[in-house]
């Protein structure tokens, strides 16, 4: 008979303290070997405790044991040395927390490197060895390493559950499946695995296209932001340019004012100071003359007095007199630079607007709004252009109404105003998204536009819905009607004295609604807005004292 043979490493010589080859290696009254040097240290931090321990089966000894050299393992040490020593396993083989471990490893175990679901055991790829070469064991199925082998086991008939139940939808083995699973829709686990398995794959294609997809969005989030930075820096760069510019002619047109005023100032003064040099220069020749006939008039000698009167009575011709106007000399300049002041801040009034209402879209647009409730998340307040109204328009309610009249208004004169159309637009530039409400009677038009719409004349160019530059929703007796660049849509809906308007600008939707207790859609428009909107109003078919009113919501 063949003897098995026995089969050493470096473990097996190696001190379980220093887990090095044993050194002057000793044997302690239980059996154990150790480095003399080792246990000694080992029991040294003992001496304080009554008893001393063997560190790996922790018998106690009364006393502390005597150590003698174990001289025949020394001398196996030599000659194991000379002859090599196997490697013992890597530490990282050694199976630790959460690892399986295998199965028929005695001491400590190394991790399992396959589970068997025939065998039901788990197996290092030392032990593992009799699968690979034995035809015994060639139809065994060896899988990754698992912890849940016996979850395998029907606990009924204690066999392995090959066959799966998909009446029931669980695993069963062959004898559930001839008696309490008898009739079921039963497959064997492997056909059910090779089902799912295509349904995994079409998953797992649906989620790789899902994950490029979304990589596609994020690198487009990623260059949008690229673009939104750049975008600002330079806006930043180019208006603190702009600004600088506009710093340094105010500052040039400052100091010519000054220098011009102080010219004019130096002129005048001028002037003045020799007017006022003659006029003392005449009142030095009074007081001289005075004093002269004063001393004539006190003499004694009539001869005398009357000799001398004809040359001291002779009086210079007198400088004109001066009349001060009585006003302040500069008054203009000041009315004139007031005037700049005025305009300066109207255009700033005006257009910043522009740059302080501005919204950035990254994202897809948001779902369009349902609920007046969720409409009013978008509200603001919009008020009407004193600038821009026609003069026939009334405007009241801190400029949220407008009503139209026979008598003309005292409006000033402004570039910007309707001047025969009886139209107005809002004040606010309108980017991003924005909801309004405008009560309204009949003939009214309730309208958005670019700001650069026409306002001389009654020409197409200048009325609502009749050029490419505006969006109107008209509202008569009969009906409704949508216009844009001449073109009219007939609109159905709900008769109501108010309507809603939605604008989600960068999304290009234009949308109105009729406002009772329920909102209904009248109209929208998909379209691309190029530039800031204004909300408008025209009473172009109205009689006097037909108005449109902008709401505060709340």
Known sequence: MAQKGVQLDQETFSCPICLDLLKDPVTIPCGHNYCMDCINSHWDGEDQKPVYSCPQC?????????????????????????????????AHCYAGPGDVACDFCNGRKIKASKSCLQCLASYCEQHLQPHYKSPTFKKHKLVEPSEKLQENICSRHDEVMKMFCRTDRKSICYLCSVEEHKGHDTVSAAAEKSERQKELEVSRLNIQQRIQDREKDVKLLQQEVQNINRSADKAVEDSEKMFTELIRLMQKRSSEVKRQV??????????????????QQEIRELKRKDAELKKLSNTEDHNQ?????????????STSSIQIRPRRRFDHVTAAVSRVRDKLQDVLRDTWTDVSLTEVDVLLPAAEPKTRAEFLQYSREITLDPNTVHRLLLLSDGNRKVTLTSQQQSYSDHPDRFTDLWQVLSRESLTGRWYWEVEWSEGVFVAVSYKNISRAGRSDDCLFGFNNKSWVLEYDTYNYNFRYNKVRTPVSGPRSSTVGVYLDHSAGILSFYSVSETMTLLH?????FNQPLHAGVCLYYSCFGDFAEFCQLK
């Not at 102080?262 to 006029?279: D, I, P, Y």
């Not at 929208?524 to 691309?528: A, F, G, K, S």
């Open 58 to 90: 922790r018998k106690s000894f009364a006393t502390r044991p005597e150590l003698l050299k174990n001289i025949l393992l020394a001398v196996v040490l030599e000659e194991l040395k000379k002859t090599g020593l196997p490697a013992a396993p890597a």
């Open 524 to 528: 929208r428009v998909q379209t691309t």
């Open 262 to 279: 102080r010219s004019q100032q130096e002129t005048e003064v001028s002037g003045v100071k020799e007017v006022e040099e003659k006029l």
């Open 305 to 317: 007095f009357i000799h001398s009167y004809p040359s001291l009575s002779a009086l210079s011709p």
